[in-house]
Each structure stands twice: as structure tokens, then as C-alpha cells.
């Protein structure tokens, strides 16, 4: 069962447009939430993150929306461009010190110039 | 990462064989995991070590055994490979009191 659900598993924008990527979870003990973006190649690296005191945290282009009450929170990419092309993975953790990642299964996101 | 390397690369074996990844780390992390990517199925955590002598099944960890010989490197083994264990292997780190982990560059394993 998949504690981290996220949506399209693909993604066709064109360079300028808005990129937007959905993960929903179950666990409301979840307290912490990271984007993750992987080029061909190469290995995940950290986005962006939030925690659920906050609604919106944004970084540049990147901007992460948080919705407690709906258990989903998203990736929006303002103004994107050909080199965002990268697989994009959300994920989950609990508080603690087993504290491990539950990751979504990814977005192929491709930014047509 | 440069901070957290793989060897190898690269590896094409045959069905049945022994095999071994490794993966050292000069971040000074004490935690270390192997994760298993397949096309569609995102990151599975195959094992993870919290610190030298801790080590924890993940959710795949079947055919699969590791060695946390020290500190900075993190081995993973296949006992037996077979073609379904063909995926490309991630190890990564993170710091105890950091959620951030940070992947090396991944060794793509071909198993014929």
C-alpha cells in the first residue's frame, strides 16, 4: 500500500508554464515533507521541504503547497524551463530517530523550449 | 554527490553469481541506506544502518544482505543474483539530527 500516492506519474509543459505535482498521504503523523529532483544520471538531491506549521514555503521558482486538512501538499514550478526536465519525487517521515523517507513514485516531468 | 560515492558504476553478471556494491560517504554521516530504483516503482529502501553496528531491514530486503564495515561505507550484497534484481542502486546518507539524505551516483546492475 502506498502511504505517499503521488500524481501524473508524467508531465509534458511547455517552457514558461506553470508545472504542478500532487502527493496525497494518510499518515497524519507525517511531519515532514521534501521534494526530491533526480536528473538522468544522476543520484535524488533536495529540493525543497516543508513542515506542517507552514502553508506555502517557496524557494525561486520552486514553491511547495501545504493542505493539512486535505493531507496533500504540491510542487508548483513557476516559469519552467527546459533544464527543470528531471524526475521529481515527493515524500513523507515521521518524527524521531528511526526517522525514514516514504517516498512517492515519482513525476517525469519534461519542459518542452 | 562527489560526497558520497559507488562502486561500481556499472556491473552486468550472470544469474547465480555473488555480488557486492559499495558505497563510502566523506560527509561524516552516521546514517547510510540502499535503495533500489525500477522504472515506475519510485525509491525502495532495501536496508539501512543508523550507525556502525545498527543495521534494519527495509521493505525489500529479500535476496539482499549488507555490511556497515565502518563508519563511511555501507556494503550491499547479492548472494545469488538473479534478472529481477536488475535496477539501478542508490546509496545515500544523512546526518541524525538532519532529515535531508544525500545519494550518491547510483551503479546500474545488469543480471543476465
Known amino acids: 500500500q502506498q502511504q505517499v500516492k503521488q500524481s501524473p506519474q508524467s508531465l509534458i509543459v511547455q517552457k514558461g508554464g506553470i508545472s504542478i505535482i500532487n502527493c496525497a498521504y494518510e499518515?497524519?503523523?507525517?511531519?515532514?515533507f521534501p521534494w526530491y529532483q533526480q536528473f538522468p544520471g544522476k543520484g535524488p538531491a533536495l529540493l525543497i521541504a516543508?513542515?506542517?506549521d507552514v502553508s506555502e514555503k517557496k524557494e525561486g521558482r520552486f514553491t511547495i503547497s501545504f493542505n493539512k486538512s486535505a493531507k496533500q501538499f504540491s510542487l508548483h514550478i513557476m516559469d519552467s524551463q527546459p533544464g527543470d526536465s528531471a524526475t521529481y519525487f515527493c515524500a513523507a517521515s515521521v518524527a524521531g530517530n528511526n526517522r525514514k523517507l516514504i517516498w512517492g513514485l515519482g513525476t517525469s516531468l519534461a519542459v518542452n523550449p | 554527490d562527489a560526497d558520497v560515492t559507488q562502486t561500481p558504476r556499472n556491473r552486468i553478471t550472470k544469474t547465480g553469481k555473488r555480488i557486492m556494491l559499495e558505497c563510502s560517504q566523506t560527509?561524516?554521516?552516521?546514517?547510510m541506506y540502499w535503495y533500489r530504483q525500477d522504472p515506475g516503482l519510485g525509491l525502495q529502501l532495501i536496508y539501512y544502518?543508523?550507525?556502525?553496528?545498527?543495521?534494519n531491514k527495509g521493505e525489500i530486503s529479500d535476496g539482499y544482505s549488507v555490511s556497515r564495515q565502518a563508519q563511511a561505507k555501507f556494503s550491499l550484497s547479492l548472494e545469488s543474483a538473479i534478472p529481477n534484481q536488475t535496477a539501478l542502486y542508490f546509496c545515500?546518507?544523512?546526518?541524525?539530527?538532519?532529515?535531508?539524505?544525500?545519494f550518491g551516483p547510483g551503479t546500474r546492475l545488469l543480471v543476465l
Open positions: 545515500a546518507t544523512s546526518d541524525s539530527w538532519e532529515e535531508t539524505q544525500y
Open positions: 499518515n497524519t503523523a507525517f511531519d515532514y
Open positions: 560527509k561524516g554521516h552516521d546514517r
Open positions: 516543508i513542515r506542517p
Open positions: 544502518s543508523f550507525d556502525v553496528k545498527d543495521i
